[in-house]
C-alpha cells in the first residue's frame, strides 16, 4: 500500500489523473524531503516516508495536485522551520493555505479532553466549509498514523484511536467515504480493545471458511437465474468488516453464533430498474425475511448511500443479506464525496454541485450563532454527524438522546422501566400511533400507561434500543418462572393425589428437604424445574414419600404415553414433552392441528388456521407435527365469537340456545359498539369440532345475530 518512492507517488497520480502537473508533485517531495532532513519516525525511518505515505493514499482518493502535494508537505511548517510563507513563495497560495490549514487542524492543547474534541470538530467544520481538501489531507495522515500506530506507547495509542473513533470514522461515514470509515474503525477498535479484536479475527475467519463454500453455491444460483432473464450483473460475496460486527453484537446483545449477515452477497448491475428487477428475482428464489428489506434508493441515507438490502432464508434455512446497487451508487457507496470530485486542475469542487457542501455550509452557520459549552457543541455536531442518533422531547420539554429507528416503547423504557411495562399507546406530536411506530428526530412523545398492563412479547421485534429489550426479557423471565411454579405445583399435585397422598405434603419439611437433596436452593426452584419439564413429578414425589414408590410403580411405568391419551394428542417423535393448548385459538379435537416448541413452557399446540402462526415462526420458534388421537369425551374450551344487533334479550337468548346443547359456558364477555352493534365472546366447554360446529350453526340462525366465528 505505501509508495516505496517518489516514481510509485508519480505513477499512481498518472493512472487517473495523466495530465497532472508532476513537476509540480516533485518539486514539492523535494522540498519536503530536505525540510524534513534527517529526522526519524517513531519506528526509525527516515520521516519523509511519512508524507509520502499521505500523499500516496491522497491518490487512492484520485485527488487533484495541489492535494498530493499538500500531502507531502503537510508537516512542514509543524515539525521543520519552514514557514507559510516559505511555501507561498515556492508553490502559490493555495498550497500553502492547505498545508497552513492542516497545520492548525487540532494543533492547540485544551484542558479537558472534551473540550478538546469539541474544538477539534469545530476546527474539522469550519475548514470543510472553506476547503474540502483540508479535511482530505487530514485524513490521509490520520490514516496512515492509524496504520502505524503500534510503535506509540499504549496511553498515546488509545487516545489517539479513541479521537478516530469519535470524530474522525463519523465524519468519514458523513462524507460518504465507506472504506476510510471501515478501515479507521476497524484501526480503532483494534487498538482500543486489542483482545476483543482479535478474538472476533479468529471466528470471523472461522465463520468465513464453513460458508465460504455455501455463499459459493448462492453465487452460482443467482448467476444463472440471472443470465437466464438477460440481467446484466456482478455477483460477489462480502464479509461485514469487524466493527460493525462487534456493534451489532452490542447494540442487539447477543453472542456472534447469532450475527446472520457476516457473509453476505453484493449484486452490482447496470439500472435503477435492474436493482428492483433483481430484488424480485431474488424474492423468487429465497423467501424474505419481514421487516429486514430496507429500500435505500427509494429514501437514500443522510450520507446519500443509496441500496437495496434484504434478508432471506436460504437453503437448509440460514439466513443471507443481499445488497444490490448500480455501479454509480457503489462508487458512492465506498468513495462518497471523493466520488463527486469535479476537479479541475488547480480548482476548487464546484460547490452548487455539491449536496455535501450545501449541507456544511448551512450546518456550521446554525452552530456558530450560538453560544454553546464544549459540551453542547459536541452533541449538536454529533447528532447531525453522527446520524444515528434522534433526540426526543418529553411533553414537559425534557430531551432524550435515542438510536435511529427507536419507537415509543424504546422513548417509554427510556424515561422509567415502569413507565415501560405499563404502556399502552402513545402520542406523537400531539396524534394517537402505534407503539412500533418510527420516531423523528424532534418529535414530542407522550407515554399513556395503564395500571394493569404488562409487556408482550412482540415488543422486542420492534424496540431498538438494549435498555428496552433488556427489560422486556427480564419481565418475560420472571413471568415464565411464575408460571412454571404454578404448573409444576399442579403437576406435583396431580402426582400425590394419584398416589392417594396428602397434598399438604408439598407444604411441609418433606417438600424443603426433597428440593435441598436434589440441589435446590429452595423447594420454589424445584416447582420451576417440574414447570420447565427438566425434572418429572414422579422423581419429586418419590423424595417426597419414597414409602409410596412401591404400589405406584406400576401405574408410573408409562405416565407421558398415559397422560398423552388422557387427551387425545400425539406429539410425533416425542416423548414425555409437556404440552398445552393455545389461549389464542382453543384448538379442540377435530381441529388440524400444529405445535412449537416454545422457550421453557414445552409444546404450544394451535389450529393450524390460528392467525398468531406467522409470528411465531418468525420468532424462531420451532414447528412440530401434532395430531389428536380419537375423540376422548373429555370438554375442551373453545371461543365462539357472535356478532349481533344490540336488541334487549339477545344475550339470554344466545346462553338459552348453548344451554340446549348441553353445553357448559365456561366464560362470556360483552361489548357494545356505537353502531348500536353488539359483540359477544363465548368460552365454551365443547367435546370435539363436530359439537362446536352444531353450536356455532344454531346460534348463527337465532334472530338478531349477523355473524358467529371462532
Ligand atoms: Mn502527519
Known amino acids: 500500500m505505501a509508495v516505496r518512492g ?16 508532476m513537476e509540480f508533485i516533485k518539486r514539492a517531495y523535494f522540498f519536503s524531503s530536505e525540510a524534513h532532513g534527517e529526522q526519524k519516525r517513531k519506528e526509525g525511518s527516515p520521516y519523509i516516508e511519512h508524507p509520502l505515505a499521505v500523499a500516496s493514499v491522497l491518490a487512492d482518493m484520485k485527488m487533484d495536485t495541489v492535494s498530493i502535494a499538500a500531502g507531502l508537505l503537510h508537516d512542514t511548517i ?16 493555495e498550497l500553502a493555505f492547505l498545508v497552513d490549514s492542516v497545520t492548525k487542524l487540532g494543533k492547540i492543547q485544551f484542558q479537558s479532553s472534551e473540550e478538546a474534541q469539541a474544538e477539534n470538530f469545530r476546527r474539522m467544520l469550519l475548514s470543510m466549509a472553506e476547503d474540502i481538501r483540508v ?20 496511553e498515546k495509542r488509545k487516545r489517539i484511536a479513541r479521537e478516530t473513533l469519535e470524530i474522525y470514522a463519523p465524519l468519514a461515514n458523513r462524507l460518504g467515504i465507506g472504506w476510510l470509515r471501515i478501515e479507521l474503525e476497524n484501526l480503532s477498535f483494534k487498538h482500543l480493545m486489542p483482545e476483543v479484536y482479535e478474538d472476533l479475527v479468529r471466528k470471523v475467519a472461522t465463520r468465513r471458511e464453513e460458508q465460504e463454500g455455501y455463499v459459493n453455491v448462492l453465487i452460482g444460483i443467482v448467476k444463472n437465474k440471472l443470465a437466464n432473464e438477460g440481467i446484466r450483473a456482478q455477483v460477489k460475496g462480502r464479509i461485514k468488516h469487524y466493527y460493525g460486527i462487534w456493534q451489532k453484537m452490542q447494540r442487539q446483545e447477543i453472542p456472534f453464533d447469532q450475527i446472520y449477515d457476516v457473509l453476505g452477497i453484493r449484486i452490482i448491475t447496470d439500472t435503477k430498474a435492474s436493482c428492483y428487477a433483481v430484488l424480485g428475482l431474488i424474492h423468487s428464489l429465497w423467501k424474505p425475511i419481514p421487516g429486514k428489506f430496507k429500500d435505500y434508493i427509494g429514501v437514500p441515507k443522510s450520507n446519500m448511500y443509496q441500496s ?8 437448509e434455512g440460514r439466513r443471507v443479506e443481499f445488497q444490490i446497487r448500480t455501479e454509480d451508487m457503489d462508487k458512492l457507496a465506498e468513495e462518497g464525496i471523493a466520488a463527486h470530485w469535479k476537479y479541475k486542475e488547480r480548482g476548487h469542487i464546484n460547490p452548487k454541485d455539491d449536496r455535501y457542501i450545501a449541507w456544511l455550509r448551512n450546518f456550521i452557520q446554525e452552530i456558530q450563532d450560538v453560544r454553546q459549552t464544549p459540551q453542547e457543541f459536541l452533541d449538536a ?6 446520524p444515528d442518533t434522534i433526540y426526543i422531547f418529553t411533553p414537559r420539554g425534557e430531551i432524550k438522546e435515542l438510536p435511529l429507528g427507536a419507537t415509543p416503547v424504546d422513548f417509554a423504557y427510556s424515561i422509567h422501566t415502569q413507565v415501560g411495562h405499563k404502556c399502552v ?4 406530536n400531539g396524534r394517537m400511533v402505534p407503539l412500533k411506530f418510527t420516531l423523528n428526530n424532534g418529535d414530542t412523545v407522550e407515554i399513556l400507561t395503564s395500571q394493569n398492563h404488562t409487556p408482550s412479547r412482540d415488543w422486542l421485534s420492534f424496540v431498538t434500543t438494549s435498555r428496552a429489550r433488556t427489560r422486556i426479557r427480564q419481565w418475560i423471565k420472571a413471568e415464565e418462572r ?29 417438600a424443603a428437604s426433597a428440593a435441598s437433596g436434589m440441589s435446590f436452593e429452595d423447594p420454589e426452584d424445584m416447582l420451576v424445574a417440574v414447570g420447565y419439564g427438566k425434572i418429572s413429578p414422579q422423581q419429586v414425589v418419590n423424595r417426597i414419600a419414597p414409602s409410596s414408590i412401591q404400589e405406584a410403580e406400576a401405574p408410573a411405568i408409562k405416565p407421558a404415553k398415559q397422560a398423552e391419551e388422557e387427551k387425545g394428542i400425539t406429539i410425533t417423535g416425542m416423548t414425555d414433552i409437556l404440552y398445552h393448548l393455545a389461549k389464542c385459538c382453543y384448538p379442540v379435537p377435530g381441529d388440524n392441528l400444529v405445535g412449537f416448541i416454545t422457550r421453557g413452557k414445552g409444546v404450544s399446540v394451535h389450529r393450524k388456521s390460528c392467525p398468531n402462526l406467522p409470528r411465531l415462526v418468525a420468532d ?31 344475550v339470554a337468548n344466545l346462553s338459552a340456545a348453548i344451554s340446549s346443547l348441553n353445553i357448559n359456558i365456561h366464560h362470556m364477555e360483552a361489548i357494545t359498539n356505537q353502531l348500536e352493534n353488539a359483540h359477544i365472546s363465548f368460552i365454551l366447554e365443547v367435546k370435539d369440532r363436530g359439537q362446536l360446529n352444531a353450536i356455532m350453526q344454531k346460534l348463527a340462525q337465532l334472530d338478531g345475530v349477523i355473524g358467529v366465528r371462532r
Open 381 to 386: 455536531v454529533k447528532s447531525e454527524v453522527v
Open 78 to 93: 509543524e515539525d521543520t522551520p519552514t514557514i507559510k510563507e516559505d511555501i507561498q513563495k515556492r508553490f502559490g497560495y
Open 482 to 510: 411464575k408460571e412454571c411454579i404454578e404448573l409444576g405445583a399442579k403437576l406435583l399435585e396431580t402426582e400425590i393425589r394419584r398416589r392417594g397422598l396428602s397434598v399438604s405434603l408439598l407444604k411441609g419439611p418433606e
Open 308 to 315: 437495496l438490502h434484504t434478508t432471506v432464508v436460504g437453503p
Open 620 to 650: 424462531e420458534e420451532r414447528l412440530i407435527s401434532v395430531q389428536w388421537k380419537a375423540s376422548d369425551g373429555a370438554p375442551h374450551l373453545a371461543k365462539v365469537a357472535v356478532d349481533t344487533l344490540d336488541r334487549p334479550g339477545i
Open 425 to 428: 399507546g402513545a402520542k406523537v
Open 6 to 21: 517518489i516514481e510509485d507517488l508519480l505513477n499512481k497520480v498518472r493512472a487517473y489523473n495523466p495530465g497532472a502537473d
Open 135 to 154: 479535511v482530505m489531507v487530514k485524513f490521509a495522515d490520520r490514516l496512515h498514523n492509524m496504520r502505524t500506530l503500534q510503535y506509540l506507547p499504549e
